[in-house]
Structures are given as C-alpha cells and as structure tokens.
C-alpha cells in the first residue's frame, strides 16, 4: 500500500506564493511520473503540472512561467511551488504519483491519490 501526504495549501492573496508538498511512503520499489492535478467546484480535475522519472515536465498553458513542479532529494517527493497566484487558481490540489510497489508475491505498478489540500486565493 503507498500513503501520500500533502501539505502547504492555504489561504493567500492575489499575487502571492505558496509550496505544496507531497511525500509518498509505502513498499516502494520504483517512483515514475509524479504530478499534481487541481479540482475546482463543479469543474473536473485537471492536471496542473508533471514530472517524469527522467525529469521532464509539463504544465497546464495557464499556469506556465508561474508554477514549478520538482522532485525532492528524497525520490519519493514531489513539490509545486505556486508564484504569482490568481483566484481561478482556487481548488483542491491533489498529488498523483505512479509507483511500482513490492508485494507478497511479485510486483505491482498503479498509481496513487493524496487526500488534497485547499489552495484558496483571495482578490
């Protein structure tokens, strides 16, 4: 089983920065693309931003040249750090990472869900 736990939303003004954190735990055996996605009320959840084993990113166009995703030292963390806020960036932010794990009998290779953490910002 992998845990993933968040931290870092919260409550900012228009122009503002903020950091989210996401550490992944478990029988981890391999860490492949981690990202983070957003979910707004009464709109779907998208992908906000990625990083691939290799280090490749991507971004959602209209968050480009204001948010920057990196892995941590330790492989199983992920960061997005968040300048320039705007209030369309308000949702719950939820960390997304694909892992191979260790199980009893062999391996297994799924992705995983944070609980999301409430990024507000205020105009």
């Known amino acids: 089983q992998v845990q993933l736990v968040e931290s870092g939303g919260g409550l900012v003004q228009a122009g503002g920065s903020l950091r989210l954190s996401c550490a992944a735990s478990?029988?981890?055996?391999?860490?492949?693309?981690m990202g983070w996605y957003r979910q707004a009320p009464g709109k779907q959840r998208e992908l906000v931003a990625a990083?691939?084993?290799?280090?490749?990113?991507n971004y959602l166009d209209s968050v480009k040249g204001r948010f920057t995703i990196s892995r941590g030292n330790a492989k199983n963390t992920v960061y997005l750090q968040m300048n320039s806020l705007k209030p369309e960036d308000t949702a719950v932010y939820y960390c997304?990472?694909?892992?191979?794990?260790?199980?009893?009998?062999?391996?297994?290779?799924?992705?995983?869900w944070g609980q999301g953490t409430q990024v507000t910002v205020s105009s």
């Open positions: 478990g029988s981890i055996l391999q860490t492949y693309t």
């Open positions: 990083i691939g084993y290799g280090g490749t990113t």
């Open positions: 997304n990472v694909d892992v191979t794990t260790a199980q009893t009998i062999g391996v297994r290779r799924g992705a995983y």
